[in-house]
């Protein structure tokens, strides 16, 4: 049993920032990567972010490049996302992820390793 939990969203500005944390535990369980998936409207879900520990690698989807930012500690399975310059388009429900992995070009987790998500509204 994993329990994922996010944190920090809200409404903000255009051009605004919003800091999203989260943790991850359960009593076996150790992280290898973790990240921040979200649904905006009217699209798929999709991985904006990642950290894997091992290398210090990270992941950021197109859209978010240069915007946002991926921090972690791998001994707390905790993760941080930090959003600045945020467009109406980065509106929707954030979830944070445990142990996603990458399968070609696809990035992929477990459903249970999710959380509930956490809303971010982004005004114009």
């Known amino acids: 049993q994993v329990l994922v939990e996010e944190s920090g969203g809200g409404l903000v500005q255009a051009g605004g920032s919003l800091r999203l944390s989260c943790a991850a535990s359960?009593?076996?369980?150790?992280?290898?990567?973790m990240g921040w998936a979200r649904q905006t409207p009217g699209k798929e879900r999709e991985f904006v972010a990642i950290i894997r520990w091992r290398g210090s690698f990270t992941y950021y989807a197109d859209s978010v490049k240069g915007r946002f930012t991926i921090s972690g500690d791998s001994a707390k399975n905790t993760v941080t996302l930090q959003m600045n310059s945020l467009k109406p388009e980065d509106t929707g429900v954030y979830y944070c992820?445990?142990?996603?992995?990458?399968?070609?070009?696809?990035?992929?987790?477990?459903?249970?390793?999710y959380g509930r998500g956490t809303q971010v509204t982004v005004s114009s």
């Open positions: 992820v445990a142990n996603p992995e990458l399968y070609g070009s696809k990035w992929y987790a477990a459903d249970n390793y």
């Open positions: 359960g009593r076996t369980f150790s992280s290898y990567s």
